[in-house]
């Protein structure tokens, strides 16, 4: 990454950079690659599977921060083509494709872990509009984004899935209230987002009343498949920065360190070789059921990456003449990883549905 924006080329932390990164964003639309899977009646190239898992590990390979607009882009836009009306395309796509309407993810509650449906946020229908009351967590870029999509509970006394409706929220209003978390990172990617009286169009939903659960399990089939076959090249870069470092003080001397190098290795390429595989099966346009393997295999593999890393560091790895608490590279994933086995599914919900949807096995029993 060069040029006009070669200043936050390696911007590790997620929140580093938000002004920047969104010109970045408004750059990538300019010349029609910021969606590249959409439609072109929509900004998009039509790129199929390939072609987007192809973009997403040369996007990486040239070191460019993540995106600042993933949520808009890889989940709430297809979910848009997929399930909203003509109007509503019209009214939300062309600004996520051009980068200047920035979403995040209103799903996560307090106390509900990785239990989607249990959803207490409210909604009711008052005239023209939708008012909610209640709280999210665990909304990442809430504090930068311009839209929220929340998974309400609209029918009174429903329970689980049922009673549930996808809304899609404007965040600046007076209704909403954002908190930010600060993890264990220094980062701030995190909040918790407070609806109190806020409100929505009432033709904001997507989907129907009660429609909700089906919505939300559209957009995480999104968020659990095509978004994550392309970040094998950023887990490339990861290993090579630990391989570099052992080398450099001497831990690769080490056998003990050498195997796990090696297995890290080995476990990179069958996560490449199984995403291969799964889009030499696919008809272009959707994957299929193994894709559901895959939450489990990259997070692990990642969240082990994370503890070699640190191994390799030494103690050395655990100071930070940083201000604010902000680490290296190698430390910071370390930090991060810990979390990849818990957002977007924990591995024991991921284990769920492979059994369920994957194996067909019966239900597990749910209160």
Known sequence: MAGEFRDIKGVAKLTGSPERRKE????????????????????????????????????????????????????????????????????????????????CQGFSEPNAGSDLASVRTKARLEGDEWVVNGQKIWTSLAHISDWIFVVTRTEEGSQGPKGLTFLMMPID????????????????????????????????????????????????????????????????????????????????????????????????????????RML???????????????????ASWRRNLGELAMDVLGQGGEITDHADYEWDMLPNLFLFSRADTIYGGTNQIQRNLIAERGLGMPREPRG
């Open 280 to 298: 030499s099966q696919t008809d272009h346009s959707r994957i299929d059921g193994a894709a559901l393997t895959y939450k489990i295999q990259w």
């Open 24 to 103: 970045w964003e408004q750059q990538l639309a300019a010349h029609r690659w910021s969606c590249i899977g959409w439609p072109s009646q929509w900004g998009g190239r039509d790129a199929t599977l390939a072609q987007q898992v192809i973009f997403a590990e040369e996007y990486a390979r040239a070191g460019v921060p993540g995106r600042v607009n993933h949520i808009g882009v890889e989940l709430a836009g297809p979910t848009i083509l997929t399930f909203g009306t003509e109007e509503q395309k019209q009214r939300f796509l062309p600004g996520i494709a051009a980068g200047t309407t920035i979403f």
């Open 173 to 276: 209003q007076p209704g909403i209230e954002i908190r930010g978390i600060k993890q264990i990172n220094g980062d701030a990617e995190f909040n918790e987002t407070f609806f109190t009286d806020a409100r929505c169009p009432a033709d904001s939903l997507i989907g129907g009343v009660g429609d909700g659960w089906k919505i939300a399990m559209g957009l995480l089939a999104f968020e659990r498949g095509v978004s994550t076959l392309g970040q094998q090249m950023g887990f490339r870069n990861e290993l090579d920065e630990i391989i570099a470092a052992a080398r450099a003080n001497g831990a690769a001397n080490d056998p003990l360190i050498r195997q796990r190098l090696a297995k890290a290795e080995i476990g990179l390429r069958l996560m490449r070789y199984g995403a291969m």
